[in-house]
């Protein structure tokens, strides 16, 4: 009877840890407040009774929480899991083209962590909803609450500080810290919320107010810690491993060329005369800077961090973010009124009748962060000469068909077509427009990789002249390339580039240094050649 009496227990106990970790998501929501529980199914776009008892409020989080915390991407779209696939590296199975299930299973099994991992992480929101802001974001919220903070200030510091004290904020606030409220972004302006939506690779809600803003900053927190983690622990380790290889032996067998080349490929600013012993003095410097005496001085010269985004990747940040904003903000002063119009048109902002230039400026200066989407007649503007003529003759518009076959048509009669066909099949709606749009989504990203490359030097200066820029005397065909590319990309970003701005540099940086540095082994430096060797294959796999 006792072993009988012994089994039930046991039996019980197994059933109520089978039903909590089948859960593992509902004791952390069942400790918040409702007014917690109501932010979070507003955050997650999930409709919810006004009023409603805490039960309520409970069931349905408990019907969306996997989905929106441990398979987020179940709610993404065909675009968005392509896109997770390639920036992983994971080749799309043949069954996966076309079928978003497919897809969906591919992106589980390459998903950042276990689901469990993803539900125990939301027990304790701040540990991870403060990571992704920037250092001054940090020493604004520690100023602007009273936190007292040591010099001198560091990253780590002022986490911990921030963090131990959110509760004592959000007291103050009448409220708890378990699913902070707007609070906890007081001391964030609009720009710095769709910045960060921005540098994060995350839509800006349209139409937006600030409480849009901060739901989307707030619900995609996790996500953008996760994402900011495994690029700078990758680049890291990569970047550590290319300057491993970078002996004093290889240094040394390095002649003045190669040293200046080293610096000019990694920005190390060489004091004009240099000999070449105090240029390898220089190059020794920024290795042991990047090395440091531990790994984890190297993690954190390429933004790489272990429990949080990481000091130098935040900083890297702040300082990307207000030289992005200072060079745009250069741009504009120098763009012609007709581009400045152009800016505002491709992001459907209504322009003043009779606007000065200067008020056509401070115009654009406040829609910086706002990026041209989806397809408009303005993203024809890096198409070149070859691909315009395709557009045209695919357009099935009879009259941009003509100026396709036209021989000796210029550039400039081309793009005017395929805006006019543009406006034409816009219009006209339904399959027409299908088509068109069919024919963009497919072009754009060979566009995009081949932008300016084919161009000839006059549509080169055609194309800046239309910015107001005029072309220095004697300019290569090379800088006008990366001129025109400078000025599109500010056109059609404003102040960011394309998503995953830091993150890619910071992880392009560190596959360049270990290409650089396999490059100049190809000139026979023996005493290095077992070294390089044995590691190849080992920081190949990290890139």
């Given at each position: 009877?006792?072993?009988?009496?012994?089994?039930i227990?046991?039996?019980?106990v197994?059933?109520?840890?089978l039903?909590?970790?089948?859960?593992p998501?509902?004791?952390?929501?069942?400790?918040?407040?409702?007014t917690e529980?109501?932010r979070?199914?507003?955050?997650?776009?999930?409709?919810?009774?006004?009023?409603?008892?805490r039960?309520?409020?409970?069931?349905?989080i408990?019907?969306?929480w996997?989905?929106?915390?441990?398979?987020?991407y179940?709610?993404?779209d065909?675009?968005?899991?392509k896109k997770?696939?390639?920036?992983?590296?994971?080749?799309i199975?043949?069954t996966?083209?076309n079928?978003?299930d497919?897809?969906?299973?591919?992106?589980?099994?390459?998903?950042?962590?276990?689901?469990?991992?993803?539900?125990?992480?939301?027990?304790?929101?701040?540990d991870?909803?403060?990571?992704?802001?920037?250092?001054?974001q940090?020493?604004?919220f520690?100023?602007?609450h009273?936190?007292?903070?040591?010099?001198?200030?560091?990253?780590?510091?002022?986490?911990?500080?921030?963090?131990?004290?959110?509760?004592?904020?959000?007291?103050?606030?009448?409220?708890?810290?378990s699913?902070?409220?707007?609070?906890?972004y007081?001391?964030w302006?609009?720009?710095?919320?769709?910045?960060?939506l921005?540098?994060?690779?995350?839509?800006?809600?349209?139409p937006?107010?600030?409480?849009k803003l901060?739901?989307?900053?707030r619900?995609n927190?996790?996500?953008?810690?996760l994402?900011?983690?495994?690029?700078?622990?990758?680049?890291?380790?990569?970047?550590?491993?290319?300057?491993?290889?970078?002996?004093?032996?290889?240094?040394d067998?390095?002649?003045?060329t190669?040293?200046?080349?080293?610096?000019?490929?990694?920005?190390?600013?060489?004091p004009?005369?240099s000999?070449?012993?105090?240029?390898?003095?220089?190059v020794r410097?920024?290795?042991?800077?990047?090395?440091?005496?531990?790994?984890?001085?190297?993690?954190?010269?390429?933004?790489?961090?272990?429990?949080?985004?990481?000091?130098?990747?935040?900083?890297?940040?702040?300082?990307?973010?207000?030289?992005?904003?200072?060079?745009?903000?250069?741009?504009?002063?120098?763009w012609?009124e007709s581009?400045?119009?152009?800016y505002?048109?491709?992001?459907?902002i209504?322009?003043?009748?009779?606007?000065?230039?200067?008020?056509?400026?401070?115009?654009?200066?406040?829609?910086?962060?706002?990026?041209?989407?989806?397809w408009?007649?303005?993203?024809?503007?890096?198409?070149?000469?070859?691909?315009?003529?395709?557009?045209?003759?695919?357009s099935?518009?009879?009259?941009?068909?003509?100026v396709?076959?036209?021989?000796?048509?210029t550039?400039?009669?081309?793009?005017?077509?395929?805006?006019s066909?543009?406006?034409?099949a816009?219009?006209?709606?339904?399959s027409?427009?299908?088509s068109?749009?069919s024919?963009?989504?497919?072009?754009?990203?060979?566009?995009?990789?081949?932008?300016?490359?084919?161009?000839s030097?006059?549509?080169?200066?055609?194309?800046?002249?239309?910015y107001?820029?005029?072309?220095?005397?004697?300019s290569?065909?090379n800088?006008?390339?990366?001129?025109?590319?400078?000025?599109y990309?500010?056109?059609?970003y404003?102040?960011?580039?394309?998503?995953?701005?830091i993150?890619?540099?910071?992880?392009?940086?560190?596959?360049?240094?270990w290409?650089w540095?396999?490059d100049?082994?190809?000139?026979?430096?023996?005493?290095?050649?077992k070294?390089v060797?044995?590691?190849?294959?080992e920081?190949r796999?990290?890139l």
């Amino acid at each position: 009877m006792r072993i009988l009496k012994t089994l039930i227990s046991l039996s019980l106990v197994a059933g109520v840890a089978l039903s909590s970790s089948s859960h593992p998501g509902k004791a952390v929501y069942n400790k918040w407040h409702e007014t917690e529980l109501e932010r979070w199914l507003s955050d997650h776009d999930v409709p919810y009774p006004t009023p409603a008892d805490r039960k309520d409020l409970e069931n349905l989080i408990q019907k969306n929480w996997d989905s929106h915390v441990a398979t987020p991407y179940q709610h993404w779209d065909v675009t968005q899991l392509k896109k997770y696939l390639k920036d992983k590296g994971v080749a799309i199975s043949d069954t996966a083209t076309n079928s978003k299930d497919a897809l969906v299973n591919q992106v589980k099994a390459a998903w950042y962590e276990p689901e469990d991992t993803a539900h125990r992480s939301w027990s304790n929101v701040k540990d991870w909803i403060l990571d992704s802001w920037t250092d001054s974001q940090l020493k604004a919220f520690c100023d602007h609450h009273g936190i007292p903070v040591p010099q001198p200030r560091k990253r780590d510091t002022l986490l911990e500080k921030a963090r131990s004290n959110l509760d004592t904020i959000a007291k103050k606030a009448g409220e708890t810290a378990s699913y902070p409220g707007n609070w906890l972004y007081d001391t964030w302006t609009e720009s710095d919320l769709k910045e960060w939506l921005d540098t994060y690779g995350f839509p800006v809600p349209q139409p937006t107010t600030r409480d849009k803003l901060i739901a989307s900053v707030r619900r995609n927190s996790r996500l953008a810690s996760l994402k900011a983690k495994e690029q700078s622990a990758s680049a890291s380790s990569s970047a550590q491993a290319a300057y491993q290889t970078l002996t004093d032996k290889l240094i040394d067998a390095w002649d003045e060329t190669q040293l200046k080349q080293f610096c000019d490929t990694h920005g190390i600013s060489v004091p004009q005369g240099s000999k070449a012993n105090q240029i390898r003095a220089l190059v020794r410097k920024h290795r042991a800077e990047i090395l440091g005496d531990t790994s984890a001085s190297a993690s954190s010269a390429y933004g790489a961090a272990t429990s949080n985004v990481g000091e130098q990747y935040a900083r890297a940040t702040d300082k990307a973010s207000k030289a992005a904003q200072d060079a745009f903000n250069e741009a504009v002063d120098s763009w012609s009124e007709s581009r400045l119009k152009g800016y505002l048109d491709a992001r459907g902002i209504p322009v003043p009748h009779a606007s000065k230039k200067d008020e056509l400026r401070a115009l654009v200066r406040k829609n910086s962060y706002k990026a041209a989407n989806g397809w408009n007649a303005w993203t024809f503007d890096d198409f070149s000469y070859e691909n315009l003529k395709d557009y045209l003759a695919s357009s099935g518009d009879a009259a941009a068909k003509k100026v396709s076959e036209k021989s000796g048509a210029t550039r400039d009669e081309l793009l005017a077509a395929a805006k006019s066909a543009y406006a034409s099949a816009s219009s006209a709606g339904d399959s027409t427009y299908a088509s068109v749009t069919s024919y963009l989504a497919k072009a754009t990203d060979s566009v995009k990789q081949t932008a300016f490359d084919n161009w000839s030097e006059s549509e080169l200066k055609a194309y800046l002249d239309s910015y107001g820029i005029s072309v220095p005397q004697g300019s290569t065909v090379n800088e006008l390339r990366a001129r025109a590319r400078k000025e599109y990309t500010f056109f059609k970003y404003g102040t960011t580039t394309p998503t995953e701005t830091i993150l890619a540099k910071i992880q392009d940086t560190a596959k360049q240094t270990w290409q650089w540095v396999l490059d100049q082994l190809n000139y026979g430096v023996d005493q290095t050649q077992k070294k390089v060797h044995d590691t190849t294959e080992e920081v190949r796999q990290e890139l």
